[in-house]
């Protein structure tokens, strides 16, 4: 965080926004996978149509969830210990949605450090935009049907396998993936046993890979879009303001608040609303990029006239 974005909040305050708490960070764990036992017990009692739909909305969300806290354990915010945050992380957030801490610490920080550069990865996420709604309707579609999860697991395991050029793909893919196909069998095997080996498929991986890619693409254009001043912290990133039962699908354990995550990138997530109101008293939000609603930014992002290629 540069010197600039420690004026706006005192020194002693910072470092109590800074305190990680183990508690609350579990509590989010627990909570998270808590709602995900509730649905796979919903499957159970009541197997229908009507329960995958159910389910396949608060999944969804829910696999956003992790990628939040996974997100949280990339910055080392869940726990204080590095090697038990890095574990906890990777093995009760990353390796169930097939992804990786550490890879994504990687990256991840270099667009903290190079925020709408040409060398922030995230850069083609946010000039992508704005699309026509005809472009928009279209992106959906491929994330209902699949075809935005495709590209990014096989991207995945496309990276999986170069990791080892010389070994068998299926070694490669097995050796680097491991704690991913650890976790699957552990969760299939768990299902088998309560009777209902199709919720693997109908409640964990259906919305996995449709749901999840719909919320994905809301938060990143919330996040990043249509910014008014990519050269200024406060509006160069976006907060968007939303109700509880709307943040539960769209916006879990406040990732909505990235502005205040982007300055101040060391204060876990269940400081992010303290640091929002603390900032709101001090007049700093009055010229800040901050959104009343998820249904603004959409209108935003999808005013062009002209469909990119």
Known sequence: ????????????????????????????????????????????VYPSVLTVVITWFVMSGRHLALAVLMHDGAHGLLLRDKRWNDRISQWLTAYPTMADTLLYRRVHFEHHRNTWTDKDPD???????????????????????????????????????????????????????RGFLITQALLLTGLCFAGIPEAFLLVWWLPALTGYQVVLRLRSIA??????????????????????WLRFFLAPHHV?????????????????????????????LERAEVAPSYARVLRVATNAQVAPG
């Open 1 to 44: 965080m540069s010197a600039s974005h420690e004026l706006y909040l005192s020194r002693e305050t910072l470092a109590e926004l800074r305190q990680v708490s183990a508690w609350r960070s579990l509590g989010s764990l627990a909570f998270t996978w808590a709602c995900i036992g509730g649905c796979f017990a919903l499957y159970a």
């Open 123 to 177: 850069l083609g996420l946010a000039t992508a935009l704005p699309v026509t709604r005809a472009s928009f309707r279209r992106k959906m579609i491929r994330d209902l049907t699949g075809q935005t999860a495709y590209q990014r697991l096989r991207a995945t395991a496309q990276y999986a396998f170069a990791l080892e050029p010389q070994s068998s793909k299926l070694l490669a893919f097995a050796r680097n993936l």
């Open 223 to 244: 996040e990043h879009a249509c910014v008014p001043d990519p050269s200024d912290p406060l509006r160069r990133t976006r907060t968007t303001l939303a109700p509880a």
């Open 256 to 284: 909505n608040y990235h502005l205040e995550h982007h300055l101040f990138m060391t204060v876990p997530h269940y400081n992010l609303p303290r640091a929002h109101r603390l900032l709101r008293e001090l007049g700093v």
